[in-house]
């Protein structure tokens, strides 16, 4: 501030004490200088003679100036994505992503994250990607730590990396600690690996530049501007594009859920029951509904057929058990005698069947 004052006084007080043939027209104390009658003083002296003068304006405009603490602009709170029925994840409503937004999603992503020329709007398109592959609204995962040396907490979702691929290690999956290791597309890893500091204990948002809006609203406000929507609805399109897409693949509400559980939200005790007996996300058929609908999602296919691995509370039984299972039942329908036993062993076979993941 001191630097900023003292050079226009050098100027004036060298432009006041050249001898002119109006010097004697000033008053002493302004030719004596600002050394001198001090700087207010000799700034009212020089308002009274002539108030539009530059230098009066300068120096009010220089008292104006406060200091303030650089702060960045914090992202909303976090909140669980709403749970949705089979009949809203269907391709009927309105909600439903259009075919032309779909196209123009694409091509925001593929121009804003190439790699060879990548453009203002990198980061709002990171983001995009980022929350359309996790399933996950922007501000939840800013408080993601990102990287192999991130603060390793329980029940939080984490991002490492596996040479120059990222990885995420969904943590809560409604079965105690047991983390998913799943595989990002490219454009999620090469973006992430752009904001990568390589070293230190890292939020997502800590490695984002410094921002006076908040980057939840910055990336969902520029995918407005660019599908021509409002932000609520590039918020809608963006957290439930890929569960969508999964349901009209897999008609499997159970796994689109487990999806979307995260360390807010676990998931309930029947579609549990089902992942563990049934559904199996680390199964090939599971890991490639996965990415088969994330590849429609944000059309980024990898190089690699990559596989979810994940740890369940318990396995599904094998073909083994499950023959051992009907033949009990059966033996048990022969010998059934009264209306209620022979009612009793039918009803054990058709839950045996519907357990084993078919519809009624």
């Excluded at 004596?32 to 300068?58: F, R, T």
């Excluded at 800013?142 to 984490?158: D, K, T, Y």
């Excluded at 021509?228 to 594009?241: H, I, V």
């Excluded at 969508?244 to 005790?269: C, G, H, M, P, Q």
Aim: proline share 8%; aromatic share 8%; with cysteine.
């Amino acid at each position: 501030m001191m630097a900023s004052l003292n050079a226009p006084r050098r100027l004036i007080v060298v432009s006041m004490r050249s001898s002119t043939p109006s010097q004697a027209h000033f008053p002493q104390s302004l030719v004596d200088g600002a050394d001198k009658v001090g700087y207010p003083a000799w700034i009212e002296k020089i308002s009274e003679i002539d108030p539009d003068i530059e230098i009066v304006n300068i120096y009010s405009r220089l008292l104006a100036i406060q200091e303030v603490p650089l702060k960045r602009a914090s992202p909303r709170p976090e909140r669980p994505p709403p749970r949705l029925s089979e009949r809203q994840l269907r391709s009927t409503p309105w909600h439903f992503p259009r075919p032309r937004e779909i196209k123009r999603l694409h091509a925001f992503l593929f121009r804003e994250l190439s790699p060879f020329d990548p453009s203002r709007s990198r980061h709002e398109a990171g983001l995009i990607a980022l929350s359309i592959a996790v399933c996950q609204p922007i501000q939840n995962i800013l408080s993601w730590p990102v990287g192999n040396h991130a603060i390793e907490r329980s029940g939080v979702n984490r991002i490492v990396f596996e040479g120059i691929h990222a990885v995420w290690l969904k943590a809560e999956h409604g079965l105690g600690n047991n983390a998913a290791k799943i595989p990002l597309n490219i454009l999620c890893s090469w973006w992430l690996s752009f904001v990568h500091p390589g070293q230190g204990k890292h939020t997502l948002h800590d490695l984002l530049p410094y921002s006076a809006t908040a980057w939840d609203r910055r990336a969902y406000d520029c995918l407005a501007n660019e599908l021509g929507c409002s932000p609520q609805r590039a918020e809608l399109l963006t957290r439930d594009l890929l569960p969508r897409l999964l349901y009209e693949e897999t008609s499997n509400a159970a796994l689109v859920d487990f999806w979307r559980a995260d360390k807010i939200k676990n998931l309930d005790r029947v579609n549990s029951i089902a992942l563990t007996h049934y559904l199996q996300p680390s199964g090939k058929r599971t890991s490639e509904s996965y990415y088969s609908s994330q590849k429609r999602a944000t059309k980024a296919s990898d190089a690699r057929a990559p596989e979810v691995e994940v740890q369940l509370g318990s396995s599904r039984l094998t073909p083994e058990e499950t023959k051992k299972i009907v033949k009990s039942l059966l033996a048990y329908q022969d010998a059934a005698e009264t209306p209620i036993e022979k009612h009793n062993a039918i009803a054990y076979l058709n839950a045996l069947h519907l357990l084993d993941g078919h519809r009624a």
